[in-house]
């Protein structure tokens, strides 16, 4: 199988390596206009040169693969999709953003291509684990969602260092939520619904932010009476951003936001993603509490370092791509928590990083 990977990026990148070792996969095009990283040691994967708004150059990349993977800025993703959907190739993505997938997904009508955005970690992994942790109740009463992409360490005012897409850090600041609340679909203002919890004795703050949640509300509307997703963040941090996005009236100036953000706050590959899902419900008559708690840090593969966020995020979406691979997903629109959370941990990629993953520091090598 012959895979594309469109943004040679951190995660574009990190995606490419872990395809790289993937035995299902006979070679990867990572395609960009510029090539910032470098491709040593990774053996099936070549760079093409390419903008991907100019039409040809997209097409013909796009017909050279079996599927495509968007690791590109979020709002490139409806470009890379209408071209996938033209020249009917399966379409994966990694966008937070809920008008893309609601883009997407009228493409993905009547296609007998797999049409699947939101993948990698939130949305994406998240939504498969809170899925399966809501599935092993016969009722369920509540399903809480929490994750967070975090420096290990940070000495300034915001407690952040940036480790992901900024255009799409700022875009799931920006952007109304979803959330079921009493068994209805509701909308979540951005920054609001502050909580406070500790996970390992660490303190941290969780609040709305947009895209984690998925398809999540539809899915269990009528099923579940309380669900819903929030960012983690050290505490402090998003009195610092509701002041800079509502107070300054930042929120409607995203691309100035951005800019500061690239050049002013650090970027850290010395990390830490948190996963926190907490369940709620009724199984043999009695009312259970379940729960996943995990830390993924930094590792390598073969040989090539990756920070917590980008082993993550890739793992997330390689996993769903091996079982694309493997004839699992159907046509059309697929939502993350179609995949059962065991088939999830049964991929090489699922299964390493979101089972296997101890919460203390471990240093994850595949070599090829």
Not at 41 to 62: I, M, W, Y
Not at 206 to 231: D, H, I, P, W
């Amino acid at each position: 199988m012959k895979i594309g990977v469109l943004g040679a990026g951190k995660v574009g990148l990190s995606i490419a390596a872990l395809l790289d070792v993937a035995p299902f996969v006979d070679s990867v095009i990572l395609g960009d206009a510029l090539m910032l990283g470098n491709l040593e040691g990774l053996r099936k994967v070549c760079f093409r040169q390419l903008d991907v708004l100019a039409a040809s150059e997209l097409e013909n990349f796009v017909r050279d693969c079996d599927a495509i993977v968007s690791a590109a800025p979020y709002y490139l993703n409806k470009t890379i999709a209408r071209a996938c959907a033209r020249s009917g190739r399966s379409y994966f993505d990694l966008t937070e953003d809920v008008d893309t997938t609601n883009f997407v997904r009228g493409l993905a009508e009547d296609s007998r291509s797999t049409f699947m955005p939101q993948c990698g970690l939130a949305p994406g992994a998240i939504n498969i684990i809170g899925s399966g942790l809501a599935h092993s109740f016969k009722v369920v009463r509540s399903l809480e969602m929490r994750v967070g992409a975090l420096p290990l360490s940070a000495s300034n005012q915001m407690k952040y260092y940036l480790s992901w897409s900024t255009a799409g850090l700022i875009n799931e600041y920006c952007q109304c939520g979803e959330a079921l609340y009493q068994g209805r679909r509701i909308p979540t203002l951005p920054l609001d619904g502050v909580e406070h919890l500790t996970i390992d004795g660490v303190e941290y703050e969780a609040f709305n932010t947009s895209g984690g949640v998925a398809t999540m509300c539809e899915t269990f509307e009528g099923r579940v009476s309380e669900l819903n997703y929030k960012t983690l963040r050290y505490p402090g941090h998003r009195d610092l951003m509701k002041f800079l996005l509502n107070d300054l009236n930042l929120s409607h100036k995203q691309d100035l936001l951005t800019q500061i953000f690239d050049q002013e706050v650090p970027l850290t590959f010395n990390d830490v993603v948190v996963l926190y899902v907490n369940s709620v419900g009724n199984d043999n008559g009695g009312l259970i509490q379940r729960s996943f708690v995990k830390k993924i840090y930094a590792g390598t593969v073969g040989g090539r370092p990756l920070s917590a966020i980008q082993l993550s995020t890739a793992a997330g979406a390689v996993a769903v791509i091996e079982l694309f691979a493997r004839g699992h997903l159907g046509p059309g629109f697929v939502k993350q928590e179609s995949i059962a959370l065991e088939e999830f941990f049964d991929t090489e990629w699922g299964g390493r990083v979101y089972r296997e993953a101890e919460t203390v520091a471990p240093r994850i090598s595949i070599q090829a």
